[in-house]
């Protein structure tokens, strides 16, 4: 049974025993996740608390397994423990060092983080991924949005809550218009800059891996963009940003049209 602590966040028992004593830090809030930075009373110790809605669009427990399974492969946190309440997910996470590459945006521009970023997506699409046991393709993706549609997840800065007829229309657009064979490489899923953590330059770390798995690369291209676009306020940059990844990834042809739809994929989830 999950009780109140006294910076007046909400435990289950045995997870409230392991953190007690420290301090508790807000660090991020959005409408899919909470985190905490959890810091030991003489500072020795440094943990990431996130926490998850059960009854959300985010696999939390996906999420746990990926990092498990990542586990000697990229430079990822450790699961220190993995927790659940009637209403939330709790994932306690190790510390890595560096700080968040959107926090860095005044040191380094879009032309520079790319130069940063895109040699761990490749080092990211590079691993072999044999036995994987997560299913991020294209099938799985649409059969999330209809889910999350379904059960009003949708993004509310882009469709009406009210209303699912927009989303239901840009739906039947991916179903009907898929690229031809996906070209699988095991992706990040969203590979936003808030997610990598830098340190002289180069990333020493990647974050929140619950939709990693593999997947058409054409997907963290597009978040790259995206995101790029977000955080520098460049909002009709999109396409500028993503000549720039695919000459930096060595993409010579890139295939307009399956970005677009990566695009589109990204909207909706």
């Known amino acids: 049974m999950s009780r109140k602590d006294r910076e007046g966040l909400h435990l289950p028992a045995d997870l409230k025993e392991m ?10 809030h959005s409408y899919v996740a909470d985190v905490w930075k ?3 009373p003489e500072g020795s110790s440094v943990y990431y608390l996130k926490r998850h809605k059960i009854k959300s669009c985010h696999d939390s427990v996906k999420e746990c397994e990926v990092i498990n399974w990542l586990q000697g492969k990229l430079s990822v ?49 590079s691993l072999p991924f044999s036995g994987c046991p997560f299913d991020e393709g294209l099938t799985a993706k649409l059969k999330r949005i209809r889910h999350n549609i379904e059960h009003n997840f949708i993004r509310k800065d882009i469709y009406n809550p009210k209303s699912r007829r927009d989303a239901l229309k840009d739906l039947d657009y991916l179903q009907s218009h898929t690229p031809g064979q996906e070209d699988l490489v095991f992706t990040h899923g969203d590979f936003c800059l808030p997610n990598f ?12 891996l619950g939709e990693a798995g593999p997947c058409d690369r054409y997907m963290d291209i597009s978040t790259f963009a995206i995101t790029l676009c977000y955080n ?4 009709d940059n999109f396409l500028h940003y993503c000549r720039l990844i695919f000459a930096e990834y060595g993409i010579a042809d890139p295939d307009w049209s399956k970005l677009h739809y990566y695009h589109l994929i990204n909207e909706m989830l």
């Open 38 to 40: 959890c810091i030991e």
């Open 232 to 235: 520098y306020k460049r909002y």
């Open 19 to 28: 953190l007690k004593g420290y301090s508790k830090r807000s660090i991020w």
């Open 197 to 208: 953590l830098l340190e002289d330059g180069k990333v020493t770390a990647y974050l929140d």
């Open 77 to 125: 946190p450790s699961v220190k423990c993995f927790a659940r309440d009637g209403k939330y997910y709790y994932l306690l996470l190790t510390e890595k060092p560096g700080i968040p590459a959107h926090r860095l945006i005044r040191r380094y521009s879009p032309e520079e983080m790319i130069r940063i970023l895109v040699p761990a997506m490749r080092e990211m699409h």
